[in-house]
């Protein structure tokens, strides 16, 4: 079985920008997923990559303040997010997806990481 750790999280003032990351134990030949929940709400699709690299999706709430990528060398996905929002506040998993295809529901995913917080103070 694969692990995630994801890291970067922390403390951003709104308009910032931070990185996370999400290393895996060992070479992930899957798409990956970035997640985020919210207390006292459903996991939320964030972003995804293929496997390739070459296709990537983005949920509603982030499309163009983000970017995802993934170093195959380094199995390591990372997210970009940009201009910060308090809203933006939320724990952050990635996870592994069941194919190469990148989904945008959780069901699209099998191995999760432990998540890493990230709050937007305004």
């Known amino acids: 079985q694969v692990h995630l750790v994801e890291s970067g999280g922390g403390l951003v003032q709104a308009g910032g920008s931070l990185r996370l990351s999400c290393a895996a134990s060992?070479?992930?030949?899957?798409?990956m997923g970035w997640f985020r929940q919210a207390p006292g709400k459903e996991r939320e699709f964030v972003a995804a990559?293929?496997?390739?690299?070459?296709?990537?999706y983005y949920g509603g709430t982030v499309e163009g303040r983000s970017s995802i990528s993934r170093d195959n060398a380094k199995n390591t996905v990372y997210l970009q997010l940009n201009n910060l929002k308090p809203e933006d506040t939320s724990v952050y998993y990635c996870?592994?997806?069941?194919?190469?295809?990148?989904?945008?529901?959780?069901?699209?995913?099998?191995?999760w990481g432990q998540g890493t917080r990230l709050t937007v103070s305004s």
């Open positions: 996870a592994i997806g069941r194919t190469r295809v990148p989904g945008t529901t959780t069901q699209s995913y099998t191995y």
């Open positions: 060992g070479p992930i030949n899957n798409a």
């Open positions: 990559i293929s496997w390739g690299g070459e296709t990537t």
